[in-house]
């Protein structure tokens, strides 16, 4: 955060978790951009390459580093640069890594299975997770939040009617994954005052 104290500006290192996240997907999109997408290829996107190759096993993880270009990073970066350090003062930095892997273990998994002819890279399916997770931010025992309700009807609603009517090279999945982690994370993290 960036404060004002005395007339000096101080600026301090809040969200650890998200702040190494956002930068290693920087250095991840800028190697691929130097290599011209064969970083990607080769470390950060999951595709249908052989249960026999070690690397396969890693990119279910690592996929969610590599972007297909800055447009892709700035805006997952721009997402979890704004949910990110709220959900990790609320949660800790080892809960909001351990969603991160998660998510990202999740939706390569889901991706590799469903989708074995499409790659997958981005950090758009956590994006998801964390737009979920945050509509639990006023969850109370025994209630169900109308921010989750709308939220979930909007984001994960657009996802699915994208999803059906057009084609891209947008993982709708991704991101309807990522969100149905983050609303399970959301009430479970959430349940108990």
């Not at 005395?6 to 991840?28: E, Q, Y």
């Not at 709308?150 to 657009?158: K, N, T, Y």
């Not at 991101?175 to 005052?193: D, E, F, T």
Request: glycine residues 10%.
């Amino acid at each position: 955060m960036v404060f004002l104290v005395r007339g000096k500006l101080k600026i301090t290192f809040n969200s650890p978790a998200v702040l190494i996240f956002v930068f290693i997907c920087l250095a991840a999109t800028g190697l691929n951009y130097l290599t011209s997408g064969k970083s990607n290829e080769i470390l950060f996107m999951t595709y249908h390459s052989s249960l026999k190759n070690p690397m396969t096993y890693l990119r279910f993880f690592t996929h969610v580093f590599g972007h297909s270009g800055w447009a892709h990073f700035i805006g997952n970066a721009s997402y979890l640069l704004l949910l990110g350090p709220m959900l990790e003062e609320k949660h800790g930095s080892v809960k909001i890594l351990e969603i991160m892997v998660i998510t990202a273990l999740v939706t390569g998994l889901v991706h590799y299975i469903f989708f074995w002819n499409v790659a997958l890279c981005g950090a758009s399916g956590v994006v998801f997770a964390f737009i979920l997770l945050t509509s639990f931010t006023g969850f109370r025992a025994g209630e169900i939040p109308i921010t989750f309700l709308l939220v979930a009807l909007i984001f994960i609603g657009q996802q699915i009617y994208e999803g059906i009517t057009i084609q891209d090279n947008i993982s709708n999945t991704a991101h309807i994954v990522g969100g149905v982690v983050g609303a399970v994370i959301g009430y479970r993290l959430n349940r108990k005052p």
